[in-house]
């Protein structure tokens, strides 16, 4: 496989016909190398429009999933980001370009280690993961400009909304199958938000977050 075609073709045929037009998103997408991120049983399938499995249950969500979330999230580099979800690493890396510190926090303690590893071979420095449940944030060390939830939520936490800056930006992937869509919420005031629905999409749960209650009669 000619893996520099295989980028080029993913960028081209797969993430810029998503409405991911900033070209310092795509230019990042080609500088970062996706497969180095992947399980060495499916890094030949790191440029495929689907998701892959990760260890623990997890996955990497599909690369025109990540583009179009860094697109809309405008990252700077002052910014401090706390991500939801490390998986494999990847989202981490990428938000770490653009970003002057990541804090990503995985409850799964085999995927944490994975995520370290990749990040560190990745000479990524300004990105950290540390093995924690971050249903509810890292309180001791907000408010951030940024929070990721890399995976899907029942709904938006109010814990993690608290946790950003005037001005901050939270997404997530929101909803219930078959029905879910990616939500950026900004912080407009001390209790204040708006929200805004940015595109369906479907993505895996992330761990240990609330449900919604199921009432039976």
Not at 162 to 190: D, F
Not at 200 to 208: F, G, H, N, Q
Request: aromatic letters at 6%.
């Amino acid at each position: 496989m000619n893996v520099e075609q295989a980028r080029f073709n993913m960028i081209e045929q797969q993430i810029r016909p998503w409405d991911v037009l900033d070209q310092d998103v795509l230019s990042l997408l080609a500088l970062v190398k996706r497969e180095d991120f992947c399980p060495p049983a499916y890094r030949a399938m790191a440029f495929v429009d689907t998701e892959l499995p990760l260890p623990g249950g997890q996955c990497m969500l599909a690369p025109k999933v990540e583009a179009r979330l860094l697109q809309e999230l405008h990252v700077r580099k002052h910014e401090q980001v706390l991500e939801i979800g490390a998986g494999s690493g990847y989202m981490a890396a990428l938000l770490a370009r653009r970003a002057q510190h990541v804090i990503t926090l995985e409850i799964d303690a085999e995927l944490a280690c994975f995520a370290a590893a990749n990040l560190k071979r990745a000479w990524v420095v300004n990105a950290e993961v540390r093995h924690a449940d971050g249903a509810h944030g890292l309180v001791e060390e907000a408010p951030f400009d940024v929070i990721v939830l890399s995976g899907s939520v029942a709904e938006v936490p109010a814990p993690l909304l608290l946790q950003l800056k005037l001005g901050g930006r939270l997404v997530a992937i929101v909803g219930q199958l078959p029905i879910m869509r990616a939500v950026l919420t900004t912080r407009s005031g001390e209790r204040a938000y708006a929200s805004v629905d940015l595109f369906d999409t479907v993505a895996p749960r992330l761990k240990s977050f609330d449900e919604p209650s199921r009432f039976t009669f």
